[in-house]
């Protein structure tokens, strides 16, 4: 079954390419790899916005995970023409907007990292760190980026 396809059963419309909103590009590719800029979470084409530990729990903060992961994979897919073309997710860093005393940063970057293996299958497997910060532009309350081999 291809990407697209998972995708399709899934229930998952890749998105356009988000303008910036500062001084960078949504992706670089050199070589076989292409990094893909931090995405934000959204919900309702805003920046869904809270501090997990405060004001969102676990289980909202890996949905929102799982809405940038299919952000990322819009991106990925405009990068390269074809997710077809992806050999391996690489690896995913992801900022969550923590209380001080939140330690499940982790739990709620599994809502990307498992959306990437339903859909790339065992190429879907990453390295990745998951970090507690006090804050995210605009408030978010997670930020991934990721890096891919085509």
Known sequence: MSVY????QLGIELPPVAIPAAAYVPFVR????VFVSGHI???DGKPWVGQLGKTMGTEEGKAAARSIAIDLMGTL???VGDLGKVKRIVKLMSLVNSASDYT???LV???ASELFGQVFGDSGAHARSAFGVAQIPLGACVEIELIAEV
């Open 5 to 8: 396809d998972k995708l399709k």
């Open 30 to 33: 050199t070589g076989n790899l």
């Open 41 to 43: 979470a959204k919900r």
């Open 77 to 79: 897919h405009a990068a």
């Open 104 to 106: 499940e940063q982790h």
């Open 109 to 111: 970057t599994n809502g």
